[in-house]
Nanobody, 113 residues
């Protein structure tokens, strides 16, 4: 059974940084395509970034140049380094594989002064 546990969220001022982690179990992690998504209040869940098993990375235009996705196959973990955060980045952040499996609880990121 797939389990996704996100962590690392919090309250940060505009311009600040956070690093999110997602511990994954129940899949062959090294072969999986992993992604981060986010959902702001009252809005649908949006895709943020993807990392393929071969290392190719894709980003939504809204985060390109500010966020970096990475993976640690040895520890079955996917990361999202978020820099130069803006108030519009405020959301609950989720990780999942592609195609998606049941979602985890997410981690709240709030960007506010």
């Amino acid at each position: 059974q797939v389990q996704l546990v996100e962590s690392g969220g919090g309250l940060v001022q505009p311009g600040g940084s956070l690093r999110l982690s997602c511990a994954v179990s129940g899949i062959i992690f090294s072969a999986a395509t992993m992604a981060w998504y986010r959902q702001a209040p009252g809005k649908p869940r949006d895709w943020v970034a993807t990392v393929y098993s071969g290392g190719i990375k894709l980003y939504a235009d809204s985060v390109k140049g500010r966020f970096a996705i990475s993976r640690d196959n040895a520890n079955h973990t996917v990361y999202l380094q978020m820099n130069t955060l803006k108030p519009e980045d405020t959301a609950v952040y989720y990780c999942n594989q592609i195609p998606s499996t049941p979602w985890g609880q997410g981690t709240q990121v709030t960007v506010s002064s």
